[in-house]
């Protein structure tokens, strides 16, 4: 017997009554009228060659044939309203499971924030973090190793779409008693004088493509590299060296007691992008994700940019 001779309808009638055991009441809860609910039983009958209500004038028993058959006619409904509520997730990005990339800073300082706000609405969705040094973030996504990626600007293939999420300016984080500390406005001449640490190889190439018009003798260059900002951070604390980062890091930089001072002349803006694949089709769970992240991530740098500028003026006001 053809499965599409049946309907939802049918179904719904048989189990509602099954559970009322009354055609009036039934008829009610679905919006129907008592005749309508008693002819979708009837032609559910007629289609499974069996009664399913022994009915009398003053009352509705399941038959022994409806006793049997009500378990399979109630998962036929558990099915269709969980596939129904699936249907409703994809629908509102609102179940599935996100992957993304992000370097150290932002994987552990930023995006769990971005995450605990996204779950309060879409808490079937889990968001999952993957520290992804910045020189692998695009190779990440082309091999699908993440969904998304977020990170400094940096050149992509044609697998691969960049879009800007905010600017953030390169500063200079030292101690408090460092020399440079007592400057409102750092200039990149006065930092050839100074130690400086480099976390990473983006860092050091930065730095050096800030001047690769500028001569020799007069190019500023780390005396250390490390891997991870939080080793120069940590460097920078004890007054051993300071240390070239986005603003963005203050998040971090914050927690070793360093401070932040603009360098100028030129000031260099370091954007940060967020990366997703050109090939692959990207789940909805995803889009709602980066639907979500970006307008976080642009309110929160415009907040950490306002006190950031507070802080620097009352750290430079302080005798």
Request: with cysteine; proline share 5%; glycine share 6%.
């Amino acid at each position: 017997m053809p499965l599409t001779r049946y309907t939802l309808r049918q179904f719904e009638a048989f189990v509602t009554v099954a559970e009322l055991l009354s055609f009036g009441a039934s008829a009610e809860r679905m919006g129907l009228t008592a005749q309508a609910v008693s002819q979708l039983v009837a032609e559910l009958e007629a289609l499974l060659g069996f009664r399913l209500f022994d009915r009398t004038t003053r009352r509705v028993a399941l038959s022994s044939g409806g006793r049997d058959f009500l378990a399979s006619a109630q998962s036929v409904l558990h099915h269709v309203e969980s596939a129904d509520s699936a249907a409703d997730d994809v629908r509102n990005r609102a179940a599935g499971v996100v992957r993304i990339g992000a370097p150290l800073v932002l994987a552990s300082a930023v995006l769990p924030a971005a995450i605990r706000d996204f779950s309060a609405n879409r808490p079937k969705i889990s968001v999952r973090i993957s520290d992804v040094p910045v020189d692998s973030l695009i190779d990440a996504v082309v091999t699908g190793d993440v969904d998304l990626a977020v990170g400094p600007d940096r050149p992509v293939s044609a697998d691969v779409s960049s879009a800007p999420l905010f600017d953030s300016p390169w500063v200079l984080w030292c101690s408090a008693d460092h020399p440079l500390a007592k400057k409102r406005m750092v200039r990149w001449g006065d930092l050839r004088d100074h130690a400086l640490v480099a976390a990473g190889r983006d860092h050091e190439i930065s730095v050096s493509l800030m001047h690769r018009t500028t001569p020799e003798g007069s190019r500023i260059k780390p005396v250390q590299v490390v891997d991870n900002i939080s080793t120069a951070m940590g460097i920078a604390s004890q007054g051993l060296a300071a240390t070239l980062a986005p603003a963005y890091v203050g998040v971090m930089a914050q927690s070793f007691g360093l401070m932040m001072k603009r360098v100028v002349e030129p000031e260099v803006i370091r954007k940060v992008c967020l990366y997703r694949s050109r090939i692959r089709q990207p789940s909805t769970a995803a889009e709602g994700f980066a639907m979500h992240l970006s307008h976080w991530l642009a309110s929160w740098a415009r907040e950490r940019s306002q006190v950031a500028v507070r802080r620097n003026g009352r750290d430079c006001a302080k005798p």
